[in-house]
């Protein structure tokens, strides 16, 4: 691990995300060549799992709620799904200093999004620390999901440990505890059996899981409507049954077998990073430039990795030396 505080300030991270997408790294953030974090989250399967997290994230009340206050997704979701998936993306990838910046930014404005829970008249806060636990939680697990059913297959049992070893490291930027993220299968599968007696529906968040699976040209523009109708088959596929027919999503059993070999090959053609870039180019910019970023980044100055508690520290050296 590198001795962070003796290390350059001067190349700090400047907000908004447009910015991510330039400059060189500073290390190999928190998970480095090789780990299979970079190895999920910069597949293209990451977009299925991308949509599918999102979609599935409306069964908790509290985060349809949130959604439907803030109506971000209705004034913009392009724009607004760019950003969300460009900074799990960042957080994958990027070194460390830009990935907590963004997280501290993203908090922020969290901060913003606070109501009353129209189902249980309870009030909601995006970010309480068992909101985040779930979006956390949901967005690493479809990710994987999507990128075993669709992608490579399966991970080693090595590496599915490792993969929620990191998924626990992420969580430490956000606001709920990283002991309570799972870091097995079974935990995972445990979590969601824990969680399912609070999910529901309404019509607020079935409304949402609709838009976002199949988003209107005049919302999110040509491209990125038809690019959600094509992911949309296969994210439903990927859901249990109870969530798609709860949803009123549901799809023939015949469709799932038939876009699953396809989706396969799509995806082998997609795995070239020229055509990476290329499908993020339409469907999510911002993205596409964080990945764009990871792919063409030199070696850093320190080859190696950091962790969240490193980077804070990091920061808080260099706030006390700026003000002293």
Known sequence: MA?????????????????????????????????????????????????RAVVLEHFDPFLAASVADMQGIYRDPAVRLDHTLAYFLTVATADGRTATALADHLAQVHKQSTGIEPVSGKRYSANSPESQLWI???????VLKCYEMYGP??????????????????????????TDVPTTRDGVRAYFAEVRPRLCTSERANKAMHYLLRTPVKRGGLQFAAGSRLIAPLAIASLPNWMR?????????????????????????????????????????????????????????????VTPAQVRAWASAESVASSG
């Open 3 to 51: 001795d962070i505080t003796t290390r350059d300030a001067g190349s700090g991270v400047h907000l908004p995300a447009a910015e991510l997408g330039k400059g060189q790294r500073e290390d190999f953030g928190f998970f480095g060549p090789g780990s299979p974090t970079w190895q999920v989250w910069t597949a293209p399967t990451a977009l299925i799992g991308f949509q």
């Open 136 to 142: 956390h939680i949901t967005g690493w697990h479809s």
């Open 153 to 178: 297959g399966k991970l080693s049992d090595e590496d599915e440990r490792r993969y929620w070893a990191e998924c626990a490291i992420a969580a430490e930027l956000q606001t709920c505890k990283s």
């Open 245 to 305: 027919e709860l949803g009123g999503f549901d799809q023939p059993a015949v469709m799932d077998k038939a876009v699953t070999p396809l989706a396969r090959v799509a995806v082998r053609v997609a795995s070239r990073p020229r055509f990476e870039l290329a499908i993020l180019k339409a469907l999510a910019p911002g993205t596409g430039r964080v990945l764009s970023r990871h792919l063409h980044a030199t070696a850093p100055a320190f080859e190696g990795t």
